[in-house]
């Protein structure tokens, strides 16, 4: 008979097998909830509505993350279950399939995972609710999901104030800011989606009125689309 492969060599398949796993299902997951979370904020604005988008950028992300990653966690050890063969294939031990019994470590993490879903959806529908609705017919604006949306019309808006600069780990961080006349300001730049075509239909609903626009916070070798930060709508 030949020798059996080292333990460490064994623990080292399943880590990558586990890695594997987490990382083809995360992925797509992940990408699902953020389009998702888009669409939820519009679902949220009246019709009609050319541009929406979270105030929060990071919650957004935030929570399509843990989502996806709970629910990715879930699904592997799912198919670990239910599914026999796939565990004897990645090497694991027989009695693998079973330690998802009470007290177990595999067991906290089943339950972690299973509670941090259930969190963050609401903090998904949360974040989309708090948001920014822009239409023909003037500005929506809800600074929390238990506020009543605020109305302005474009000519509250009084200023434009856009940034390129780099975060603490080197990428980019690019803001788009709508100043309005009651000193409200928010950064239409999370509504990633809606943006190729809600912004023309920005520049025609600003056409004509005055509107300050700051491009200083631009910066020279900034990697996004620079023309659209520095060129004022009117």
Same mark, same amino acid.
């Given at each position: ?19 594997? %796993? %987490? ?53 592997? !050890?799912?198919? *670990? ?50 948001? *920014?609705? %822009? ?14 949306? !605020? ?6 808006? #009084? ?14 961080? #690019? ?5 309005? !006349? ?26 004509? !009125? ?25």
């Amino acid at each position: 008979m030949g020798a059996s492969a080292p333990s460490g060599l064994r623990k080292g398949g399943q880590r990558l097998v586990d890695f594997l %796993l %987490l990382l083809v299902t995360f992925v797509p997951l992940f990408v699902f909830f953020l389009f998702l979370g888009n669409h939820l904020s519009m679902w949220f604005c009246p019709a009609k509505t050319f541009m929406a988008g979270p105030l929060s950028g990071f919650g957004q992300f935030a929570s399509s993350g843990l989502l996806a990653w709970s629910l990715s966690y879930l699904i592997q !050890r799912g198919l *670990f279950l239910l599914a026999p063969g796939l565990v004897r294939a990645a090497g694991y031990p027989a009695a693998y399939k079973h330690t998802s019994k009470p007290g177990s470590w595999p067991a906290f993490w089943l339950k972690l995972a299973a509670i941090v879903a259930v969190l963050s959806v609401p903090w998904m529908l949360a974040n989309a609710a708090t948001e *920014f609705c %822009l239409s023909a017919g003037g500005i929506g604006y809800r600074p929390a999901p238990w506020d009543d949306a !605020r109305h302005y019309r474009w000519d509250d808006v #009084v200023a434009i104030q856009t940034s390129c600069v780099r975060g603490a780990r080197g990428r980019w961080s #690019v803001s788009y800011d709508v100043g309005l !006349r009651d000193g409200t300001y928010f950064d239409i730049a999370t509504a990633a989606n809606e943006w190729k075509n809600g912004y023309p239909r920005l520049a025609h609903a600003l056409a004509g !009125r005055h509107v300050a626009f700051d491009s200083s916070r631009v910066a020279p070798d900034c990697g996004a689309s620079v023309e659209v930060l520095r060129t004022p709508l009117l």
